[in-house]
């Protein structure tokens, strides 16, 4: 299966036609929640036709502050109004005293791990379903005490959550921060992944690339990508594009690569969206 991140400014093309490549849509939950009137109703159209998953901005699983409780609970109806398949969010935190317009890095240590694991779990008792937890770029590292996949793979098992696989991120982390790429996506769980992204982003230095969702795949990630389905068996696979977006069909020419990777490993009996209820 390969997806497409759905943007409002995708609206009028993917009602008028859903490409034949598009298998299943993403969308933030917290862009949907509260809209009414034209754009609701053409949501619902396209939700009552086709298989849609949720990637959330806003749950900072990693903050100091409780729980958002009420917005949790708002998800569960959103999510049975429009048979949302799967809910993923961000190994990260986004909010204090104060919520902040971007993702901040989870401190990779013991403490984080006590803090974070009771937090994915109480918000999979409230959805009654697993959620996947998304290894996010990261820009520093305050206070580390294991390494990025020590950490993830803990958080995995510990809260007995599914992955969201982003090989972009392992990509513009290993520049960023110096390791092998390969052996980190070696190191995940086959067996907890539920799907995975791909984006582009901003080559800010040699050593300093920009997680941005705003330009094409690079080849270095589509050969990351080639690596990880055939490391773990072919997974289901979403094209991100945030700005700078093009016609629908330049994005088209992407999700044909995916296509492409899949076939070359594909086995039917796991491409499909790892839904747990």
Same mark, same amino acid.
């Given at each position: 299966m390969?997806?497409?991140?759905l943007r409002?400014?995708m609206l009028?093309?993917m ?6 490549q598009v298998?299943f849509?993403?969308?933030?939950p ?5 809209l009414?009137g034209r ?13 849609f998953?949720?990637?959330g901005?806003?749950l900072s ?6 729980l958002?409780i009420?917005f949790?609970?708002s ?11 799967l809910?993923?969010?961000? /190994? ?10 971007d993702?901040m890095p989870?401190p990779f240590t &013991?403490?984080a791990?006590?803090? +974070? ?5 109480q ?5 009654e379903?697993?959620i996947a937890?998304?290894n996010?770029s990261?820009?520093a590292a305050?206070g580390q005490?294991?390494s990025?996949?020590?950490?993830t793979?803990?958080i995995?098992?510990?809260a007995?959550?599914k ?9 513009v ?8 790429? &390969?052996?980190?996506?070696?190191? /995940? ?7 995975g992204h791909?984006?582009?982003h ?6 300093? /690339? +920009?997680d941005t969702?705003g330009?094409?795949?690079i080849d270095?990630v ?13 997974f289901p696979?979403l094209l &991100? ?8 069909g330049?994005?088209?020419? &992407?999700?044909?690569i995916?296509?492409?990777?899949q076939?070359k ?13």
């Amino acid at each position: 299966m390969v997806g497409l991140g759905l943007r409002r400014e995708m609206l009028t093309d993917m009602l008028s036609s859903v490409p034949k490549q598009v298998d299943f849509m993403e969308v933030a939950p917290e862009n949907w929640l509260k809209l009414g009137g034209r754009f609701a109703k053409q949501f619902n159209t396209l939700t009552s036709k086709h298989t849609f998953v949720c990637h959330g901005l806003s749950l900072s699983i990693g903050s100091p502050a409780p729980l958002d409780i009420e917005f949790v609970k708002s998800l569960k109806v959103f999510f049975e109004k429009h048979n949302i398949q799967l809910f993923s969010e961000h /190994l990260s935190y986004c909010s204090g005293t104060g919520h902040m317009y971007d993702l901040m890095p989870i401190p990779f240590t &013991e403490q984080a791990i006590k803090h +974070v694991v009771p937090r994915i779990k109480q918000v999979q008792d409230i959805l009654e379903q697993h959620i996947a937890i998304e290894n996010v770029s990261y820009y520093a590292a305050p206070g580390q005490q294991l390494s990025e996949l020590e950490f993830t793979n803990e958080i995995l098992n510990q809260a007995d959550c599914k992955l969201l696989l982003d090989v972009n991120n392992i990509y513009v982390n290993s520049v960023n921060h110096g390791y092998d790429s &390969e052996q980190f996506l070696l190191g /995940l769980p086959t067996k907890r992944i539920a799907y995975g992204h791909v984006a582009g982003h901003y080559h800010e230095a040699d050593d300093l /690339l +920009v997680d941005t969702h705003g330009a094409a795949v690079i080849d270095p990630v589509w050969q990351l990508l080639d690596k990880a389905y055939q490391a773990h068996g072919v997974f289901p696979t979403l094209l &991100e594009r945030d700005f700078n977006i093009p016609a629908i069909g330049e994005l088209v020419k &992407e999700l044909d690569i995916i296509h492409q990777l899949q076939t070359k490993y594909s086995q039917p009996a796991t491409n499909k969206v790892k839904h747990s209820a």
